[in-house]
């Protein structure tokens, strides 16, 4: 059970505190409701470009790490085609430095040609070193575009092309940060030794005062119901060949969400699984092979990917998933292997737990899902999710037409 309390400032600015006396440490978590899909077609790759300019310099602050460091904390940030999330740890005792930090780059960045200029090249080399000169690196620029014709989920966050970040100019920066940089487009969760009393005084010193901004009302384009199976072949200098097949899957919030992720569970968690055991173990058709699912806001991807041992042949590493796929959509799981896997979740979730940093997290992604009290009540939603739900789901969900499969095989 994670307690926690909530308030709102009157700029917006929704905060989360979560008090656990039993660490010496801090954790500020902001999570900002704006990622990948939120990108201009034309101009993509800005949301992860951001991640990066807001550790370039903000309007008081020419740098960000060294108060930080200084103080005996730490930061990171990760961008998702959902969200971008900035956080930091530090001992409590200097938790307003964070504050600081914080609401001056949310206040304004520096803009400085320099500062873009540096990061935007960074941002290039990323794309070139893991998404172009890496093996398989190329996958979710080809596997998106192939399984979403219209919702902006075509897209990697890393951008579609190099292109669009080279381009970017400080007027597009300026514009997308004045859009979604805003208090009211923005969770705080502050957790650690900490009390709701300091954390009040501290944002409203140091956040209050930053202007709420015109945050637009998003209206993505709907996913068309896929109605034929795609397939792409490509060729690449790797290892091995590999297979990547996808299914379209309901959104987060759907209440199917948790029987389709108990479904990747069943068929890739550990060498007990399904597919390990099946395809990898015994027939010795791969190497290694996993299924998930995305957990994307929007309607998501089911995926299961795998790369193929010395001289098998695709058709025949495809037939051997989709056979394991048609045993759970034709046969019950049994109560034992559900359970196995329900505690193995329960568990995963309490070890989780013991983490601030995991909690803050977990909370600010509650919150944007529309409830913080999340965190303390899915683990009810999975343990209600029966063997008959997993049957009809995956019926649902695998069937030919709603397929979309990369054959990545690799160069003789």
Not at 107 to 113: G, N, P, Q, T
Not at 255 to 279: E, F, T
Not at 387 to 401: G, L, Y
Request: some cysteine; aromatic content about 10%; charged content about 25%.
């Amino acid at each position: 059970m994670i307690n926690f309390e909530r308030f709102i400032l009157e700029n917006g600015l929704r905060v989360l505190v979560h008090t656990d006396n039993s660490t010496p440490m801090a954790v500020m978590n902001i999570l900002y409701d704006v990622g990948a899909r939120d990108e201009n077609p034309e101009k993509t790759g800005f949301a992860h470009l951001f991640e990066h300019l807001m550790f370039g310099g903000s309007a008081n602050i020419p740098d960000y790490d060294e108060p930080l460091q200084l103080v005996g904390g730490e930061n990171n940030a990760f961008t998702s085609n959902d969200i971008t999330n900035y956080y930091l740890t530090l001992p409590t005792a200097n938790l307003e430095t964070g504050f600081w930090l914080e609401s001056d780059r949310m206040l304004e960045l520096a803009f400085s040609k320099k500062s873009l200029d540096v990061q935007r090249n960074v941002v290039i080399e990323e794309f070139k070193q893991r998404y172009l000169n890496q093996p398989y690196g190329d996958v979710w620029l080809l596997l998106r575009p192939l399984a979403y014709q219209v919702h902006p989920y075509n897209w990697a966050t890393i951008g579609k092309v190099i292109k669009h970040v080279e381009d970017a100019t400080m007027d597009d920066v300026k514009g997308f940060f004045y859009k979604h940089y805003r208090p009211n487009n923005a969770i705080l969760v502050v957790a650690g030794n900490v009390t709701v009393e300091h954390v009040k005084e501290l944002c409203n010193k140091w956040f209050l005062p930053i202007p709420a901004g015109d945050v637009p009302v998003r209206n993505l384009p709907k996913e068309p119901t896929q109605t034929e199976a795609r397939k792409l072949t490509v060729e690449r200098a790797v290892p091995a060949s590999a297979i990547y097949k996808t299914w379209h899957i309901q959104d987060r919030l759907h209440p199917d969400y948790y029987a389709i992720d108990l479904a990747s569970d069943i068929l890739s968690n550990g060498k007990s699984s399904r597919l390990y055991q099946r395809l990898v173990k015994e027939l010795k058709l791969f190497s290694d092979i996993n299924a998930y699912q995305t957990g994307d806001i929007d309607a998501g991807l089911f995926v299961v990917s795998g790369r193929l041992n010395n001289d098998v042949k695709m058709e025949d590493a495809e037939k051997a998933i989709d056979e394991q796929l048609n045993i759970l959509k034709n046969e019950i799981v049994e109560e034992r292997e559900l359970d196995k896997l329900k505690n193995k979740l329960e568990s995963n979730n309490v070890f989780g737990e013991m983490s601030v940093l995991n909690k803050a997290m977990n909370l600010a992604y509650a919150e944007l899902l529309g409830d913080a009290n999340r965190v303390n009540t899915e683990m009810e939603s999975y343990q209600k999710v029966t063997s008959a739900d997993i049957k009809r789901v995956a019926n649902t969900v695998f069937t030919p037409e709603n397929s979309s499969t990369l054959y990545y095989y690799a160069k003789n």
